[in-house]
């Protein structure tokens, strides 16, 4: 069973730093892809970055695209995300999810929230001004 688990949420003051993690188990392997969701009251969960393990292709919302930067440790099976600049709009709750094979486009998996197949509790970020 795959289980997803974040980290490194919290609030921060407008152009402040902050690093998510996602630590994932139970996949055999990297044919998979991992991203980040983030959902406020009232709106739609948005995906704003996603990664394709296996191959290292990326995605960005235009929303986080030059702000924020998504990595991930396949040895270690965590995905992280820095988030700089951040915004009063970044606040939402952030998810990890992940989708089991799929595309090799990290874009492909990132355009739907119910595309992803497993997801994380969520990690709430605040943004200050």
């Known amino acids: 069973e795959v289980q997803l688990v974040e980290s490194g949420g919290g609030l921060v003051q407008a152009g402040g730093s902050l690093r998510l993690s996602c630590a994932a188990s139970?996949?055999?392997?990297?044919?998979?892809?991992i991203g980040w969701f983030r959902q406020t009251p009232g709106k739609e969960r948005e995906g704003i970055s996603c990664i394709r393990r296996s191959n290292g292709n990326t995605y960005y919302a235009d929303s986080v695209a030059g702000r924020f930067t998504i990595t991930s440790d396949n040895a270690k099976n965590t995905v992280y995300l820095q988030m700089n600049s951040l915004k009063p709009e970044d606040t939402a709750v952030y998810y990890c999810?992940?989708?089991?094979?799929?595309?090799?486009?990290?874009?492909?998996?990132?355009?739907?929230?119910?595309?992803?197949?497993?997801w994380g509790k969520g990690t709430p970020v605040t943004v200050s001004s």
């Open positions: 999810a992940a989708q089991e094979g799929g595309s090799i486009y990290a874009a492909a998996s990132c355009a739907y929230y119910y595309a992803m197949d497993y």
């Open positions: 139970g996949f055999t392997g990297d044919d998979n892809t």
